[in-house]
């Protein structure tokens, strides 16, 4: 083989070959579609700890992955069981936050119907509010939540939804079923006042800005 046919058989190998897309590393998404310039970062005054599925991690569209980066100071954590997570443990057992996790059912405190006073008064006065949410499906939530033991220890809060989902890119089980960034959004609307957030600022709604993009 010659040069020149060398070169004529590499080219065609070349132009053959896979041809794989560039992924953000900040926000995971090929380049067409990221998403980090409208990522707006502020303090909701409200520590989020976004527990992610491993399964929701390879979504291209994980809104938990979202929130985080666009809650200053937030935590991302992936997993399924956390009961020997350490670093979940350790944030449960932080003295500066009171830690509770925003799961709907019977046995959580609807924050919906409370006025500020009354919302303000449901967590202990000299602590900062910490908030674990978790990110997944909801069969995928109710098995972590049934599998990690220092989970169940904490107090759970929910709300009822004020308007249906906008999560158009996947199907939810029902309107009322928001995706990980409105429920956060919408935590903060129902709390940030009473943890020293102002919500008229509209600080908040960078979470549901980036969401539309």
């Known amino acids: 083989m010659n040069i020149k046919e060398y070169h004529a058989k590499r080219s065609l190998l070349l132009e053959h070959q896979p041809h794989y897309r560039m992924l953000c590393t900040t926000c995971i998404q090929p380049e067409f579609g ?9 303090d909701s005054k409200i520590n989020f700890v976004v527990l992610i599925h491993p399964i929701e991690a390879k979504r291209r569209i994980a809104t938990g992955r979202m929130s985080h980066l666009t809650l200053k100071g937030s935590h991302l954590i992936q997993g399924q069981d956390y009961s020997s997570n350490q670093a979940v443990t350790d944030l449960i057992n932080d003295p ?26 449901l967590f202990p006065q000299g602590k900062k509010l910490r908030i674990f949410v978790i990110d997944g499906t909801w069969a995928t939530a109710r098995k972590m939540m049934r599998q990690s033991e220092n989970l169940k220890q904490l107090s759970r809060i929910c709300f009822t939804p004020a308007k ?25 609307e129902l709390l940030g006042d009473s943890q ?18």
Do not use: M
């Not at 990221?34 to 502020?42: D, T």
């Not at 799961?103 to 500020?116: C, D, E, F």
């Not at 249906?164 to 903060?188: D, L, M, W």
């Open 96 to 121: 500066e936050y009171h830690s509770v996790i925003l799961y709907p059912g019977q046995l959580s405190q609807n924050v919906s119907p409370l006025n500020t006073a009354e919302r303000t008064a």
């Open 164 to 188: 249906p989902s906008n999560f158009r890119v996947r199907k939810q089980p029902g309107a009322e079923c928001y995706s990980t960034i409105e429920a956060i959004h919408h935590t903060i």
């Open 196 to 213: 020293g957030f102002n919500t008229a600022t509209r600080e908040h709604d960078s979470l549901l800005n980036v969401f539309e993009r």
């Open 34 to 42: 990221c998403y980090c310039a409208q990522v707006h970062a502020f």
